[in-house]
């Protein structure tokens, strides 16, 4: 059972490591605006959300500017890029405790809650990837127009800005999958070992009660 143990944690270790890689490089492949004001502008050339323009339009009427959408914010990017950089250092925590640690409680713990702390992170990350733009009341959009109308309706030369976004969107899901199976895995597991320890520890209380009563009998 600990030999399965150890190739599974190495297995998914590595895997993590690809994926925290993955994510690292297509958020920062984004910073800070390679793809974010070009798919604002082409959502917004074809109707489907507000226009950068029109903010330059309010701002020149001495109208009231409505706050930025979070989906076409700099600070998306921002955070999506820190949480990223958190779990290639968590990743790289991971790998020193792994095998340094003789409480196995204390081990599934740790990795629990930098599951939790993980898969809250990602998740918000993908709720913003997937908000909405509310600025124009003229062109309302409840998601980004690529994740509804795809990347074929994009200009040519923002067909990989909306391929790269949909992209981070997709890996955004899947780290808050993978992050959220791993937690459970590693619940079961320990509520596994919890369970084995008392049941060890039992069969060695009966057997010395055991020895204790053959004693006792042995004497008189």
């Known amino acids: ?12 270790i590595s895997f993590e490591f690809v994926l925290a890689t993955s994510l690292l490089a297509i958020f920062a492949s984004a910073y800070p605006d390679r793809f974010r004001t070009a798919l604002w502008r082409d959502g917004g050339n074809k109707g489907w959300n507000s226009d950068p ?33 958190i779990t290639m250092v968590l990743w790289f925590v991971r790998l020193c405790i792994r095998g340094r640690t003789l409480d196995v409680y204390g081990a599934a713990v740790s990795n629990v ?83 084995k320890s008392s049941d060890d520890a039992d069969a060695v209380y009966f057997d010395n009660e055991k020895k204790c009563i053959q004693a006792s009998l042995e004497c008189s």
């Open 113 to 195: 809650l930098y599951d939790i702390i993980l898969m809250a992170l990602w998740s918000y990350s993908a709720v913003i990837q997937s908000s909405g733009d509310s600025s124009d009341p003229k062109h309302i959009s409840l998601r980004p127009w690529y994740l509804e109308h795809g990347c074929s309706e994009a200009r040519s030369r923002n067909r990989a800005a909306c391929q790269a976004a949909k992209a981070s969107f997709g890996l955004a899901i899947f780290a808050v999958l993978w992050f959220g199976f791993r937690c459970i895995t590693t619940c079961m597991y320990g509520a596994y070992m919890y369970g």
């Open 1 to 12: 059972m600990g030999h399965i143990v150890q190739i599974t944690t190495a297995i998914a």
């Open 53 to 85: 323009s029109y903010r330059t339009y309010l701002y020149a009427n001495y109208k009231e500017i409505p706050p930025m959408p979070l989906i076409w914010d700099e600070r998306s990017t921002q955070y999506s890029l820190c949480v990223a950089i």
